[in-house]
């Protein structure tokens, strides 16, 4: 099974200023990873996803991501936020491969509250 | 291309009644997801349907269930429903088995008084 930790639930950061959440996981098999973004009263939307290949990942909105399977990290970056990055934001785990049903699932993490202070 | 759609928007029900909440997938989407998101837990896992099948569930008790249609679309039903049911319960969608990033919909808000 694998688990996630996102370790700030809120992260209050000025207009401009660079971002980074953070997400750790656990998993005994190798991994995909994702970060989604949750606007007020909507659903999720899928910011970036590392699958294979290179360890930076970069996504919409300006956003990116790095793979550090040695610290099983994938942190979430942003050099400079704006006002419309105020969102919540999940990092996810899936295993890769098929080895059972039950691997197609996304395991989420608890979430970090974005706030940005003009 | 249409996005996953969910229906009804609100949903507001009186403990003990049934809730049934509808999910329709992207065109060719073939496998189903939802969610519960309850306030301060997090996203939780309730079920997966694929080619009309239940092919895993989370840790939630037998009065969740629900369904896949030949076309796809699924249902989640909530039966004697408990204030703690209360949440936004998400649908989302995706192409086979591989996850390989869901398509959300926007949620449907239940509310049990």
């Known amino acids: 099974a694998q688990s996630v930790t996102q370790l700030d639930s809120q992260v209050p950061v000025f207009e401009e200023a660079p971002v980074e959440l953070r997400c750790n996981y656990s998993?005994?098999?190798?991994?995909?990873l994702f970060w989604y973004v949750q606007y007020p009263n909507q659903g999720l939307q899928l910011l970036l996803k590392y699958l294979s290949g290179s360890t930076l990942v970069k996504g919409i909105n300006g956003f990116e991501a790095e793979f550090n399977k040695s610290q099983t990290s994938f942190h979430l970056r942003k050099p400079s936020v704006h006002i419309s990055d105020t969102a919540e934001y999940f990092c996810?785990?899936?295993?890769?491969?098929?080895?059972?049903?039950?691997?197609?699932?996304?395991?989420f993490g608890t979430g970090t509250r974005l706030t940005i202070i003009p | 291309e249409a996005g996953v759609t969910q229906s009804p928007t609100h949903l507001i029900k009186t403990r003990g009644q049934q809730a049934t909440l509808r999910c329709s997938p992207i065109s060719g989407h073939t496998s189903v997801y939802w969610y519960q998101q309850a306030l301060g837990l997090g996203l939780q896992f309730l079920l997966w349907?694929?080619?009309?099948?239940?092919?895993n569930r989370g840790n939630f008790p037998p009065r969740f269930s629900g369904r896949q249609f030949p076309n796809y679309s699924s249902e989640l039903n909530v039966n004697a429903l408990e204030l703690e049911d209360s949440a936004l319960y998400l649908c989302?969608?995706?192409?086979?088995?591989?996850?390989?990033?869901?398509?959300f919909g926007s949620g449907t808000r239940l509310t049990v008084v």
């Open positions: 996810a785990v899936s295993a890769v491969g098929r080895t059972n049903f039950g691997n197609e699932k996304l395991t």
């Open positions: 349907y694929d080619e009309g099948e239940e092919r």
């Open positions: 989302a969608s995706s192409l086979g088995f591989q996850v390989l990033g869901y398509t």
């Open positions: 998993s005994s098999v190798s991994v995909y």
